[in-house]
């Protein structure tokens, strides 16, 4: 059954993307076309209904910053997330990831949690992925990001929920957290955000033109005015003139800043004592696996690594593998000699051990370098941080009370 939702996926990925020829996908991009209009339509509606405060926003009272983008997928969002987190906690921040936990499995019992100053227990609290302190989840129960997340921030707590206003009153009343990042929270409007970033993929920066569900921008690109900040990503250093010229059409006040999504080592994916320098892939006969939005971008990052990729087995984003899926791969990889086996982070927290480790396994860290703008990134952080007169819970309090009897 999953193998068959994984080609299914595909095609319509190759449908949406025109690489499915043939009649029936020209009928399917016809009518895909005619929904879009109508999803465009009710994102129209959603976006007036908040305005006109016909549907209200729940303000918690503390910083909210949303990262997120106008597209599906594939702009590297989790890296950004990540040095948001580190680099705030490192100026004294106490930091939670709030995020829906996208196609993670439901809890077979709630989690229990009780309040380390008060000893009230929560019966029934949102996934607690990190404290600051531990892990309590997995990948399968977290979701692979959450968790990555929670694996590389020591010190910031990972909330999953898709109630995000309630995982958000977790965080400040029983973490005591002063600073909320909303993880993929363009379009999240239940809860009030306080700066909103934007990532925009340089490479497509507007998906392939049409709204879902004929394409892949969740909203119009002039939408792009609500950003407060713009973060091109997976730039290479070339001039994109063009691209800020198109996005200051739609947003004339937002600060611009580019940045790269550059790899910084290898890691063994069953034993994190084992990294190696990224030289380690010159003249390497590799077989990759991953299951991202954009694999041609991991294939092209190896091979520009010195990488010599035999083959790429993918997957639809999110994929979770099993062993049945990994083992005829292995045995792909053994008969073709390859040296190494390598996937991505994301990929490596739902990577099942096989029984028998002929091959390494390694995955490629990545790391959100600024190329253009750091001054940029201070101001927006010194923004977010200049917010620190008092204890969260003396100025949250009041504020979460009216917005629950809201």
Same mark, same amino acid.
């Given at each position: ?16 993307? &025109?690489?499915? =020829? ?34 209200? +926003? ?5 910083m ?14 989790t890296p950004?997330?990540? =040095? ?14 709030l995020s ?15 309040n ?10 949102p ?28 010190g ?101 800043? +580019?940045?790269t ?5 290898? +890691? ?22 991953? &299951?991202?939005? +954009? ?60 029984d ?14 600024i ?29 979460? =009370? ?5």
């Amino acid at each position: 059954m999953a193998g068959d939702n994984n080609e299914l996926e595909k095609w319509a990925t190759d449908v949406i993307f &025109g690489r499915a =020829r043939g009649f029936v996908p020209g009928l399917m991009r016809i009518l895909l076309r005619g929904l879009s209009w109508i999803y465009r339509f009710g994102v129209r509606m959603r976006l007036r209904l908040y305005r006109k405060e016909w549907k209200t +926003q729940s303000n918690l009272g503390t910083m909210v910053v949303s990262i997120g983008n106008i597209t599906v997928g594939g702009t590297g969002k989790t890296p950004v997330v990540e =040095r948001f987190a580190r680099e705030l906690t490192e100026r004294g921040r106490k930091v939670a990831i709030l995020s829906r936990g996208y196609k993670s499995s439901d809890l077979k019992k709630p989690q229990k949690w009780t309040n380390p100053e008060t000893g009230v227990e929560l019966t029934s609290p949102p996934k607690i992925v990190s404290d600051g302190e531990a892990i309590h989840l997995g990948a399968k129960y977290a979701g692979d990001e959450p968790y990555m997340l929670a694996q590389n921030l020591p010190g910031v707590a990972v909330v999953v929920d898709r109630d995000r206003v309630r995982g958000g009153k977790f965080a400040v009343r029983e973490l005591g957290v002063d600073t909320l990042l909303l993880d993929d929270g363009l379009q999240y409007l239940d809860l009030d955000h306080s700066i909103d970033v934007v990532l925009v993929d340089q490479n497509a920066p507007f998906g392939n033109g049409y709204i879902l569900p004929r394409g892949t921008l969740r909203e119009p690109p002039r939408n792009l005015c609500r950003a407060d900040y713009i973060f091109l990503t997976k730039c290479d250093g070339e001039p994109l003139d063009a691209l800020i010229k198109r996005i200051r059409k739609y947003n004339k006040e937002a600060e611009i800043l +580019q940045c790269t999504h550059g790899p910084k080592h290898l +890691q063994e994916v069953f034993n994190d004592d084992v990294v190696l320098p990224l030289e380690a892939l010159e003249g390497k006969y590799i077989g990759a696996i991953s &299951g991202i939005a +954009q694999p041609k971008s991991f294939d092209s990052l190896l091979k520009k690594l010195g990488g010599k990729v035999m083959f790429h087995t993918t997957f639809s984003d999110h994929h979770a593998f099993t062993k049945k899926e990994i083992e005829p791969f292995m045995d792909r990889c053994i008969n073709r000699g390859v040296d190494m086996i390598v996937t991505t982070e994301k990929d490596a927290v739902r990577f099942p051990e096989p029984d028998k480790i002929d091959i390494p396994i390694y995955f490629l860290r990545i790391e959100v370098r600024i190329l253009e703008g750091e001054e940029v990134w201070e101001r927006c952080l010194e923004r977010i941080c200049q917010r620190v007169a008092r204890e969260p819970e003396d100025w949250a309090e009041e504020r979460l =009370r009216r917005a629950e009897s809201a």
